[in-house]
């Protein structure tokens, strides 16, 4: 059975941990970095039984891992080219790092795969095009990156598929219409049973795309708001069977975050009974918006 924990670091409270077949929060240990990652900008990753959280410490790129079996963090090697704004994903023990922006600020279509048995970064086959802003995920055994932008005023509605067997790229025409210009977040995308579903940061609504013919169709409404940040400050994650959607707000108790559920093939199956979102834990004095968050499953 696979036991799942949501990672979460937000506005006033440090990195936690949910488990939500248990409804218990974990908080973490104090991350032992310096001062600028603590109030850099982070990404984060989970993948096999760690946690990875990319930033930028005094002397560059840096990124630190929280280990679940022995509850501490230590330092992970870096990429072959270290990067921030990158799209990212994983599948059981590896992950894959794809795109980004190098110290320089230049635009990479370069990816590469970390094993988190082994601890290394194996450099892959670039992209067709390079983005950043992007984001990536796994869906039927391939890895996918969609969205992002080339430059500083572009954007890109494309999206590509690596095979991991032939280790190639193809790119896949208008598989994310619209684009995120760069205001917005990456695109907020999670995979639930290899059905991929985006929340939309303009029209606050969720969206399931048909891969047959390479098209989207909404789904229903978000539980909060996308578009108050242009989708900044909420998270939009798979766990398990179900989509989870992260956001906070301002209460009678302060500020608060809320973790809200659905399960898609349940709602399908069973109607309208199942269609609505339920509340699945709320942490209080949390802040109001997430920074990071990243869903474990081993």
């Known amino acids: 059975m696979i036991e799942h924990?949501?990672?979460?670091?937000?506005?006033?409270?440090?990195?936690?941990?949910?488990?939500?077949?248990?409804?218990?929060?974990m908080r973490l240990p104090r991350?032992?970095?310096?001062?600028?990652?603590?109030?850099?900008?982070?990404?984060?990753?989970?993948?096999?039984?760690?946690?990875?959280?990319?930033?930028?410490?005094?002397?560059?790129?840096?990124?630190?891992m929280y280990?679940?079996?022995?509850?501490?963090?230590?330092?992970?090697?870096?990429?072959?080219?270290?990067?921030?704004?990158?799209?990212s994903g994983s599948c059981g023990e590896i992950a894959i790092v794809a795109g980004g922006s190098d110290k320089n600020g230049n635009v990479l279509k370069c990816a590469e795969l970390y094993n988190s048995e082994l601890g290394t970064w194996v450099t892959l086959p670039d992209m067709n095009l390079p983005r950043k802003l992007?984001?990536?995920?796994?869906?039927?055994?391939?890895?996918?990156?969609?969205?992002?932008?080339?430059?500083?005023?572009?954007?890109?509605?494309?999206?590509?598929e690596f095979d991991l067997e032939t280790r190639t790229w193809r790119r896949i025409k208008n598989m994310y219409p619209g684009g995120n210009r760069a205001t917005q977040s990456p695109p907020l995308v999670a995979v639930v049973n290899n059905q991929l579903y985006a929340a939309d940061q303009s029209t606050n609504e969720v969206k399931k795309y048909d891969k047959a013919n390479n098209t989207w169709h909404v789904v229903k409404p978000l539980p909060v708001r996308a578009d108050s940040y242009n989708g900044w400050g909420l998270a939009f994650k798979a766990c398990g069977d179900r989509l989870l959607v992260i956001g906070g707000h301002r209460g009678p108790q302060g500020e608060v975050i809320v973790l809200h559920?659905?399960?898609?093939?349940?709602?399908?199956?069973?109607?309208?009974?199942?269609?609505?979102?339920?509340?699945?834990?709320?942490?209080?004095?949390a802040g109001t918006f997430v920074y990071n968050c990243a869903v474990m499953g081993c």
């Open 31 to 64: 991350m032992p970095c310096d001062e600028c990652f603590s109030y850099a900008d982070k990404e984060s990753l989970a993948v096999g039984t760690q946690l990875l959280v990319f930033g930028r410490e005094l002397t560059g790129f840096a990124i630190w």
């Open 5 to 25: 924990w949501v990672y979460l670091a937000c506005s006033l409270m440090p990195w936690e941990a949910f488990d939500p077949a248990r409804d218990r929060w």
């Open 261 to 285: 559920s659905w399960f898609p093939e349940a709602a399908a199956g069973r109607g309208s009974a199942a269609a609505d979102w339920s509340v699945l834990s709320v942490r209080e004095r």
């Open 67 to 87: 280990n679940l079996v022995n509850r501490g963090w230590s330092r992970c090697p870096l990429l072959n080219l270290p990067r921030c704004l990158f799209g």
């Open 134 to 160: 992007c984001s990536g995920f796994f869906m039927d055994g391939k890895f996918y990156v969609i969205g992002g932008m080339p430059s500083h005023t572009d954007s890109l509605t494309c999206g590509e």
